[in-house]
């Protein structure tokens, strides 16, 4: 089970952390991916972090911004986000799978609920 959260409003340029917490299975066996879905739009893969190497991946829209992270003793998975722009308002979603890191949505089983995050002044 994921559960994501950490969201809220916050001002144009400010920062925020999400978090992702995984129960039920080792996470370290898990690449984790965050997603998010803005109003009207489809699903997209935001960032990854692989299970093996711990390599991390990044959508052109948010490199430079946004850095994951994970601790695998709190099983948990970090999304850090700063500099935020109106754009990035959208509900973000954590998800997980046994195999490498892809961007690819349907690629991954499990998810967790959104949280949202709306950048607004």
């Known amino acids: 089970q994921l559960q994501a959260y950490g969201g809220g409003l916050v001002q144009p340029g400010g920062s925020l952390r999400l978090s992702c917490a995984a129960s039920?299975?080792?996470?370290?066996?898990?690449?984790i991916g965050w997603f998010r879905q803005g109003p009207g739009k489809e699903r997209e893969g935001v960032s990854i972090?692989?299970?093996?190497?711990?390599?991390?991946y990044y959508a052109d829209s948010v490199k430079g911004r946004f850095t994951i992270s994970r601790d695998n003793a709190k099983k948990t998975v970090y999304l850090q986000m700063s500099s935020l722009k109106p754009e990035d308002t959208a509900v973000y979603y954590c998800?997980?799978?046994?195999?490498?890191?892809?961007?690819?949505?349907?690629?991954?089983?499990?998810w967790g609920q959104g949280t949202q995050v709306t950048v607004s002044s």
């Open positions: 998800a997980c799978r046994r195999g490498g890191p892809v961007f690819r949505r349907e690629l991954y089983p499990y």
């Open positions: 972090i692989s299970r093996a190497s711990g390599g991390t």
């Open positions: 039920g299975f080792t996470l370290g066996d898990y690449t």
